[in-house]
């Protein structure tokens, strides 16, 4: 009913950028908050950063000052600017948007399929 369509990861050396993309897509999703999750080989998923529809913002202390989180509420897409790169950031990254459908009042969470995003050193 909701798809969340992801683009931006790739391979990237230590202090390089990358952008990633996420847009949802396939009913009318009214958004509470959208944001991004990651992933590294043998760990949890965790946190990366959130944005509501209002506009605030969280980031993981790891990413604080290096990444930033943007929003096109018009397009329901959430953005993830992300700089100074290095080898620990390397992870698929997921994303989150939760809402509601329609005219309907239960919030509802949707994950993207993930992207790869490498840094080497």
């Known amino acids: 009913q909701v798809q969340l369509v992801e683009s931006g990861g790739g391979l990237v050396q230590a202090g390089g950028s990358l952008r990633l993309s996420c847009a949802a897509s396939g009913s009318i999703f009214n958004v509470n908050a959208m944001g991004w999750y990651r992933q590294a080989p043998g760990k949890q998923r965790d946190l990366v950063a959130v944005?509501?529809?209002?506009?605030?913002?969280n980031y993981a202390d790891s990413v604080k000052g290096r990444f930033t989180i943007s929003r096109d509420n018009a397009k329901i897409t959430v953005y993830l600017q992300m700089n100074s790169l290095k080898p620990e950031d390397t992870a698929v990254y997921y994303c989150n948007a939760r809402g509601t459908i329609g005219m309907g009042v239960t919030q509802r969470q949707y994950w993207g399929q993930g992207t790869q995003v490498t840094v080497s050193s």
């Open positions: 944005i509501t529809s209002g506009g605030s913002t």
